[in-house]
């Protein structure tokens, strides 16, 4: 069964990084996009960007560029969200979740969510 | 503010039905297909309906979209208390070039 198994809960400082892991089974994982999805407390879901995994090209949402990078490794069908200088209200929930297509929001299957901390 | 508009509440009373609007533009759900989620508290986000209409293997018939021209709908009939929950909708946006969200619409049964 199709399964995104992402890393555990990270408490950082501000101006930190954090790399959040996405570990994808069942499925072929380069078949398929995989994007990144935030949610801070209480708020509903914005979209960070995605991974094209077989290509590595990626799309990140305007209010990201310069500060996320993702990446994959295939041979451990995993994906890899790195946020930098964080600030505390980069505090939320990540999620993948997996994609089809180029004009598409994610799809059918999501990881249970990486809580990110960030406070002094 | 997010690209897509939706209320931010409905309600309903069991076996009513429902309906939440999704309002966007030409860029994004003019050209694109509608992706819905609904999120229960404390969970993953889970697609709801695909495609603007097409329901994933088992999501309840009562569950169903719609789209035309540059707004969405999702309707839920047979409202029953489990139904209550966030709920989301989400299209490819050509000119940003990004996955634009609504807001999300807080849905309680009363």
């Known amino acids: 069964q199709v399964q995104l198994v992402q890393s555990g809960a990270e408490v950082k400082k501000p101006g930190a990084s954090v790399k959040v892991s996405c570990k994808a089974s069942?499925?072929?994982?380069?078949?398929?996009?995989m994007h990144w999805v935030r949610q801070a407390p209480g708020q509903g879901l914005e979209w960070m960007g995605r991974?094209?995994?077989?290509?590595?090209?990626?799309n990140y949402a305007q209010k990201f560029q310069g500060r996320v990078t993702m990446t994959r490794d295939t041979s451990i069908s995993t994906a890899y969200m790195e946020l930098s200088r964080l600030r505390s209200d980069d505090t939320a929930v990540y999620y993948c979740?997996?994609?089809?297509?180029?004009?598409?929001?994610?799809?059918?299957?999501w990881g249970q969510g990486t809580l990110v901390t960030v406070s002094s | 503010q997010s690209v897509l508009t939706q209320p931010p509440s409905a309600s309903g009373t069991p076996g009513q039905r429902v309906t939440i609007s999704c309002s966007g533009s030409?860029?994004?759900?003019?050209?694109?297909?509608v992706n819905w989620y609904q999120q229960l508290p404390g969970t993953a986000p889970k697609l709801l309906i695909y495609?603007?209409?097409q329901r994933p293997s088992g999501v309840p018939d009562r569950f169903s979209g719609s789209k035309s021209g540059t707004s969405a709908s999702l309707a839920i009939s047979g409202l029953q208390s489990e139904d209550e929950a966030d709920y989301y909708c989400?299209?490819?946006?050509?000119?940003?070039?990004?996955?634009?969200f609504g807001g999300g619409t807080k849905l309680t049964v009363l």
């Open positions: 979740a997996r994609g089809i297509g180029y004009g598409d929001s994610p799809r059918d299957y």
């Open positions: 069942g499925y072929t994982f380069t078949g398929y996009y």
């Open positions: 991974i094209n995994p077989n290509s590595g090209g990626t």
């Open positions: 030409s860029s994004n759900i003019g050209s694109n297909t």
């Open positions: 495609s603007n209409n």
């Open positions: 989400a299209a490819w946006d050509d000119s940003l070039k990004e996955v634009v």
